[in-house]
Nanobody
Framework: QVQLVESGGGLVQPGGSLRLSCAASGFTLDYYAIGWFRQAPGKEREGVSCISSSDGSTYYADSVKGRFTISRDNAKNTVYLQMNSLKPEDTAVYYC???????????????????WGQGTLVTVSS
């Protein structure tokens, strides 16, 4: 019943753009943070971005600052990750996750994230 579903991944050339979507069902995003994470083959999962529903605060990993933008559409109960100027090192499975916490907590621990999506694959290659 409570689910997050990522979509929008695919193959894109370096310098290109993709918009990922994280659609929530079974609950509304009010009072939840939504975080985007990614895991590349052979590497540990890393945080990418986060948005807090309470105050709209956003956070970005240094590796994506200036290139990625996180946003929220409350009417659609969906969070987006606009990814521009994509690099091969952005290749990964991207996951969204949510919990009753603020992004200030999410950026330091994933322990309180309650629901994870299944992931969507982003491949940046010529």
């Amino acid at each position: 019943q409570v689910q997050l579903v990522e979509s929008g991944g695919g193959l894109v050339q370096p310098g290109g753009s993709l918009r990922l979507s994280c659609a929530a069902s079974g609950f509304t995003l009010d009072y939840y943070a939504i975080g985007w994470f990614r895991q590349a083959p052979g590497k540990e999962r890393e945080g990418v971005s986060c948005i807090s529903s309470s105050d709209g605060s956003t956070y970005y990993a240094d590796s994506v600052k200036g290139r990625f933008t996180i946003s929220r559409d409350n009417a659609k109960n969906t969070v987006y990750l606009q990814m521009n100027s994509l690099k091969p090192e952005d290749t990964a499975v991207y996951y969204c996750a949510t919990g009753h916490v603020h992004c200030t907590i999410v950026v330091v621990t994933t322990r309180y994230l309650e629901v994870w999506g299944q992931g969507t694959l982003v491949t940046v290659s010529s």
